[in-house]
């Protein structure tokens, strides 16, 4: 879908994250959402404050699962993803700080593999995520599963795409402080989210859009892997849609 401008496109996405709340809320259900960091679902988060200041949406029942964290990193950290989600959203709402789940930077190198399969396992046992929010980095990944990251991926240790290094470099102040590795949740656990959204926007996003939507489905652009997913919406602006 194709908007005039992100901040229309992000208004209709938070309403549709609203309604499944309340949707939820009405049948005494927890929502469970799998949420995304980076530039472009800020506006989402923008306007889900709003609600809530509004008063016209509660988080009390939702559980939120974040894609990814830089590794290693300390939650304290102004860079942390930690820190970012609850700059923008958690800081601001009333979720129930204990539902909020963000992949640590701060586990051992020894309990990483056992980390990462509880996140899963976590995430499972909830019945899986309801609605998982997406961006996508110029590499083509989702969350921070980078090319070549296969299908049936779990969550787990990557180390990052060059690309993806120099794309943070100016929120670390040079290449040489953006971390080489970072948790992610895996490709397998995005897919099997009941619904996704993906969003994307201005013209940096242009060419890798066109192969994500229009390519052929492969590890090398890991976000092509959504075109066989039954209910994903890729929502962009003119400029990311310009090279379809
Ligand atoms: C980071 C995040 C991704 C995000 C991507 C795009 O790499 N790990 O989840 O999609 O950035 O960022 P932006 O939205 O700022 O373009």
Same mark, same amino acid.
């Given at each position: ?9 992000? %208004?209709? /996405?938070?309403?549709?994250?609203? +309604? ?9 259900? =927890?929502?469970?959402?799998? @949420? ?11 306007? &889900?404050?709003? @609600? *809530? ?8 029942? /939702?559980? $939120? ?8 990193? +300390? ?42 399969? +509880? ?10 995520? +309801?609605?998982?929010? &997406?961006?996508?980095?110029? $590499? ?19 180390? &990052?795409? *060059? ?14 402080? /953006?971390?080489? %590795? ?6 397998? $656990? ?13 013209? %940096? ?7 994500? /939507?229009?390519?052929?489905?492969? =590890? ?25």
């Amino acid at each position: 879908e194709i908007f005039e401008d992100s901040y229309e496109a992000s %208004k209709v /996405v938070a309403a549709e994250i609203a +309604d499944l709340i309340r949707q939820k809320q009405d049948k005494g259900e =927890a929502c469970v959402l799998g @949420l995304a960091t980076g530039s472009s679902p800020i506006k989402v988060y923008e306007e &889900l404050v709003r @609600l *809530h200041k509004n008063g016209e949406l509660s988080f009390h029942n /939702v559980i $939120t699962f974040n894609l990814d964290e830089y590794y290693p990193m +300390d939650a304290e950290n102004r860079q942390s993803y930690y820190y970012f989600m609850h700059q923008h959203l958690f800081d601001h709402i009333d979720i129930n700080p204990e539902n909020i789940h963000i992949p640590s930077g701060q586990v051992s190198q020894e309990e990483l593999n056992q980390y990462c399969i +509880d996140y899963d396992m976590k995430i499972k046992q909830l019945g899986g995520l +309801d609605f998982q929010l &997406l961006g996508i980095g110029r $590499t083509g990944h989702i969350g921070f599963n980078e090319p070549g990251s296969h299908i049936n991926s779990g969550t787990r240790i990557i180390t &990052l795409d *060059h690309i993806t290094r120099r794309d943070a470099a100016s929120d670390f102040n040079g290449i040489e402080n /953006v971390p080489k %590795k970072a948790i992610t949740m895996g490709v397998s $656990t995005i897919l099997k989210s009941k619904r996704i959204i993906m969003l994307a926007w201005g013209h %940096k996003k242009a060419s890798i859009i066109k192969e994500t /939507v229009e390519g052929q489905i492969t =590890a090398t652009i890991p976000a092509s892997f959504l075109q066989n997913h039954p209910n994903t919406t890729m929502i962009m602006d003119q400029e990311a849609a310009s090279e379809l």
